[in-house]
């Protein structure tokens, strides 16, 4: 069992852990914490992919900013003590069987796909900004350009919303 | 390491934001599920990616800006969808989803 694999393990455990901890936790607050655990193990995969330019955009935009303003409306509109009434339990079970089902049936379906094993070869500098960079800007300069009017029109919308 | 680990950890994070997604109300819990979702597949498309590099296939640089598009558009979500869940709270001072499936008053 070698370091990676180990590196692997220790990681999926803890993003596993704290998706589950998300779903479970009464507290939203809590599940909020929950998810940043999980995002940070996320990048920790990334790095181990040898994706290093999407490790650090990861942890800056998903922990950093994403999550910062889930907690942000979290805490603004206290909700920390009231726990939603759970009236029809069956709803619950419900959702929790018809998600383990689909696990069990995509788990069944790709168990068995042939595809080519990680080795850990290649070339270990293609997720740096660099080269990720030149191909930004060489051949995806138009939905780059696109998604700034996407932000543009993200950032007016969520203004007007809120004023209202 | 056999990329299948990967597809099964990719399974079991998808699998879960979606049970969050069934189970709960909150509305906030449901759009953090949602973002479990994404995560999910990112993952997937990094490892697939990593996979393809190591068989020498393709350059990972496309694949990679693929994920960083789909941040993009997740930060340019979730910014719209928490300002929708700010002014439901400020209307119905809740967060509960079964008040929105009434859409009158």
């Given at each position: 069992?070698?370091?990676?694999?180990?590196?692997?393990?220790?990681?999926?455990a803890?993003?596993?852990?704290?998706?589950?901890?998300?779903?479970?936790?009464?507290?939203?607050?809590?599940?909020?914490?929950?998810?940043?655990?999980c995002?940070?193990a996320?990048?920790g995969?990334?790095?181990?992919?040898?994706?290093q330019?999407?490790?650090?955009v990861?942890?800056?935009v998903?922990?950093?900013?994403?999550?910062?303003?889930?907690?942000?409306?979290?805490?603004?509109?206290?909700?920390?003590?009231?726990?939603e009434?759970?009236k029809?339990?069956?709803?619950?079970?419900?959702g929790?069987?018809?998600?383990?089902?689909?696990?069990?049936?995509l788990?069944?379906?790709?168990?068995?796909?042939?595809l080519?094993?990680?080795?850990?070869?290649?070339?270990?500098e293609?997720?740096?900004?660099?080269?990720l960079?030149?191909?930004?800007?060489?051949?995806y300069?138009v939905?780059?350009?696109?998604?700034?009017?996407?932000f543009?029109s993200?950032m007016v919308?969520?203004?007007?919303?809120?004023?209202? | 390491?056999?990329v299948?680990?990967?597809?099964f950890?990719?399974?079991a994070?998808?699998?879960?934001?979606?049970?969050?997604?069934l189970?709960?109300?909150?509305?906030?819990?449901?759009?953090?599920?949602?973002?479990?979702?994404l995560n999910?597949?990112?993952?997937?498309?990094?490892a697939f990616?990593?996979m393809?590099?190591d068989?020498?296939?393709?350059?990972?640089a496309?694949?990679q800006?693929?994920?960083?598009f789909?941040?993009?558009v997740?930060?340019?979500?979730?910014?719209v969808?928490?300002?929708i869940?700010?002014?439901?709270?400020?209307?119905?001072?809740?967060?509960?989803?079964?008040?929105?499936?009434?859409?009158?008053?």
């Open positions: 069992m070698g370091i990676d694999m180990i590196i692997f393990t220790v990681l999926s803890i993003a596993i852990a704290a998706a589950l901890g998300v779903i479970l936790s009464k507290n939203p607050v809590n599940s909020v914490l929950c998810m940043i655990t995002f940070v996320i990048a995969h990334y790095i181990m992919l040898n994706a330019f999407l490790f650090v990861h942890l800056i998903y922990t950093g900013a994403i999550m910062v303003l889930f907690l942000f409306v979290l805490m603004m509109m206290n909700l920390n003590a009231d726990i009434p759970q029809r339990n069956w709803l619950k079970y419900a929790a069987i018809s998600g383990g089902a689909l696990l069990l049936v788990v069944a379906a790709l168990r068995d796909a042939s080519p094993a990680i080795q850990g070869g290649g070339n270990t293609i997720g740096l900004v660099e080269n960079g030149k191909t930004l800007f060489t051949s300069v939905p780059f350009e696109l998604s700034s009017v996407l543009l993200a919308g969520a203004v007007v919303i809120g004023k209202k | 390491m056999p299948q680990y990967y597809i950890l990719s399974i994070l998808f699998c879960i934001g979606i049970m969050g997604v189970m709960r109300r909150n509305a906030i819990i449901i759009f953090m599920c949602i973002e479990l979702m999910a597949v990112n993952l997937l498309l990094v990616s990593k393809w590099v068989a020498g296939r393709i350059d990972a496309s694949a800006l693929f994920v960083f789909v941040m993009v997740a930060a340019a979500e979730v910014s969808g928490l300002a869940i700010v002014m439901m709270y400020r209307n119905t001072h809740s967060v509960d989803i079964n008040i929105l499936s009434r859409l009158k008053n």
